[in-house]
């Protein structure tokens, strides 16, 4: 059932690329427009600039709003979707906002926002349940996606850092293997032709924490 699992999980992981690729194709193909709203401006007579620079606006933020989504896509972070809902949020204001009203609320929208992303969103949470990444997932992207404290100065990827905790521990790798660093722990899900594929990233129950302290500082004693 867990291999069952991990498979649905890689499916849709890749179709999500997929989607991310076409999405992007979307968003280049989308500059060309933009760039002729830009030679067309000066061309426009003084009553007709307004609504052109408005329609101009419109675009860029909905390409703004493209290049958002596929980084949720990719990164399945929390936070990713909260940046796309404020940039939605900012183009309503910006472009479609006639009245005060609408230009209070959507103020109003983007300072929850913000205090979803200060308050209520944080690695403890994200991490909860575990999270598989790919093994070539960036540390620093990560470290900014979930608010984590991995360790950059060992390895670039993911993948390359349990290689270099391999080493350090020598441990090997394989699959449902485990390493901790810090208060966070790695899981290889998957493997193929010898190299790491999928990462499941898990923090350390508190209690857990606890047990570790207590067992060194008997230790220690």
Do not use: W
């Not at 913000?114 to 209520?120: D, G, R, T």
């Not at 404290?149 to 790798?173: F, V, Y």
């Amino acid at each position: 059932m867990d291999k069952f699992r991990h498979l649905l999980v890689r499916g849709a992981n890749h179709v999500e690329i997929i989607l991310a690729f076409l999405l992007t194709i979307g968003m280049i193909v989308g500059l060309f427009t933009v760039v002729r709203y830009i030679v067309t401006i000066p061309t426009l007579d003084m009553n007709n600039t307004y609504d052109f620079v408005q329609q101009f606006l419109s675009m860029a933020l909905l390409l703004v709003i493209g290049i958002e989504l596929v980084l949720m896509l990719l990164s399945h972070s929390s936070v990713a979707v909260l940046d796309l809902i404020l940039f939605a949020t900012a183009r309503k204001m910006l472009v479609y906002s006639d009245t005060m009203i609408d230009i209070l609320l959507a103020t109003a929208a983007i300072a929850i926002v913000f205090a979803i992303k200060k308050y209520l969103v944080s690695s403890k949470y994200m991490l909860r349940d575990g999270k598989i990444l790919s093994a070539a997932s960036p540390i620093k992207n990560i470290n900014f996606d979930i608010d984590t404290n991995i360790p950059e100065n060992k390895a670039n990827t993911i993948g390359g850092l349990l290689c270099r905790l391999s080493e350090d521990e020598c441990k090997p790798i394989e699959p449902g293997a485990e390493f901790t660093i810090g208060d966070i722990k790695l899981k290889i899900v998957t493997m193929k032709d010898g190299l790491i594929e999928d990462v499941e990233i898990q923090e350390i129950s508190n209690q857990k924490k606890k047990n570790t302290k207590a067992l060194y500082g008997h230790k220690a004693q």
